[in-house]
């Protein structure tokens, strides 16, 4: 055995010679080079570098090292391959064939880059591939066509057809910054994160916690779950190991099965119970009758999903609090709060409560709205009832009582009943068309039959009391009832008039 010890000088700078079994030279075949054969080592600065063979050019200050390669950097970094070609002066590595680089401890559970050619520059302290390559920590396995690591930082960048392989999901994007320490993927570029039937999310800027499955996600990101509920915003706070979403700027919050969207520019969610809360332009949209749309607005909505008694099956439940305005094609309503069951297709409204259809405005201290097969059926008013029906700009027909209850065909009224201490205003009419005065009646009971927006004809219980007025002997006060407003300025107009901010002229 033949062992050699040697130096050059400028140790600073200079690649020692450790140890070699055996040492020739062959000018004809490897000009300027030193061969080295068996247990050889080399050392640079703090850097260690083993091979079975090598060819050591002192001129260049380099080395070309081959079989069972192994590359040491201190007490936490090892770099193994087939090959190895090292310059001192630039202190670039380049590792080829079956090359793997470990980073940190065995007890720490290391990182582990796999590869067929790596380049380690020490000088900048990263190593990188570029031609398909693995990096594995304690948690994730990624890979990419490219890719660097920084051991100082524990900081990586990976570009094309990269994936993050993590027990619970799959994440796929184009380019990807990883720290393998805190294990948190900064997010760059198109990106989507699959947790097999459960979850899809996509995004293009922001970073995912792949520890604690918690995310920050910018630039108009989309979460989809497997029961057909999504959520889109300009940007979202998301925890999806409690199931928490938060998000500030033009929220988007789907639900494919109970066909419904709630919007707003601030909101939250909360996959248990199917919990969503809007505010700040917040809005409800039910899409589940395409003939029928209904535009829910408030301050503030909130939804969530409710248990039947004894059974697995749920229902929605929506409730909408303060300024609350409500646009469908067949009723538009207003009030202060609103309750939504999708149990029994019912809107249920307090404070002010006030219902249009066509020219008819009804109200009463609550309401009531039913729904079937997605129009309005019929709807009910209990407490200081009245029932408005426009016929002129000065000509108003009105019931009002305890309970008001108007039925409804095809988005038109036909029938309102007034029951409890009943009374009216009625403008009859000549057949001509022309008003003849003012029927002014008291009952317990009336029901008024409805044609193309007119009175057709009422009918009263016995005991009715009546008093018809010529138009020109009226009594001061006697064409109003005493619960008569009219509130047709406040009336929604379309869906996108919900959003107009406006007060009652006259208080109920």
Known sequence: MFIVYGSLSMAQTMVYLERADNLSFDEERIANAQILRG??????????????????????????????????????????????????????????????????????NPTILTTDSLNYDRAAGVAYYFHNGEVKDSLNTLTSV?????????????????VLVNPKF????????????????????????IYEKETDIRTSLGWYNTSNERSMLLDRSFIHHSNGRTLTGDTIYYDKHIGFGEVIGNMEMRDSAQ????????????????????????????????????????DTLYTREERYPDSDSTYRRVQAHYGVRVYRDDMQMTCDSLVYLSSDSTMHLYTQPICWSENQQISADSMV?????????????????????????????????KIVTAYLEEGEVKIVDMDGNALTVFYPKEKEGDYVGVNTTASSFIRMYVENQQVHHMRFTAETTGVLYPLDQVPAGGDRLALFFWADEVRPLDPMDVFRKVKLKKER
């Open 146 to 162: 490219r890719g660097n690591y920084r051991p100082n930082t524990k900081q990586a960048v990976f570009s094309e057809e990269v």
């Open 39 to 108: 247990n050889v080592i080399f050392r640079h600065e703090e850097a260690l570098m083993y091979c079975d063979s090598a060819y050591f050019y002192e001129n260049t200050n380099s080395i070309d090292a081959f079989g069972h390669v192994r590359f040491v950097q201190g007490d936490t970094l090892q770099g193994f391959g087939d090959k190895l070609f090292y310059n001192g002066n630039t202190k670039l590595a380049r590792l080829r064939r079956h090359v793997k680089m470990i980073h940190g401890r065995k007890h720490e």
């Open 170 to 193: 799959t994440l796929r994007s184009d380019t990807l910054l990883y720290n393998t320490d805190t294990k948190i993927a900064n997010l760059i570029s198109p990106t989507d994160i």
């Open 259 to 298: 066909q419904a969207t709630l919007y707003g520019q601030y909101g939250q969610m909360w996959e248990e119970n199917s919990i969503g809360f809007a505010t700040d332009s917040a809005l409800m949209v039910d899409w589940s009758d395409d003939d029928h749309t209904a535009y829910i607005h408030a």
């Open 369 to 401: 709205v039913y729904i079937v097969n997605g129009a309005v059926d019929h709807a009910v008013g209990t407490g200081s009832a009245i029932c408005v029906m426009q016929q002129t700009d000065e000509y108003f027909n009105q019931m009002s009582g």
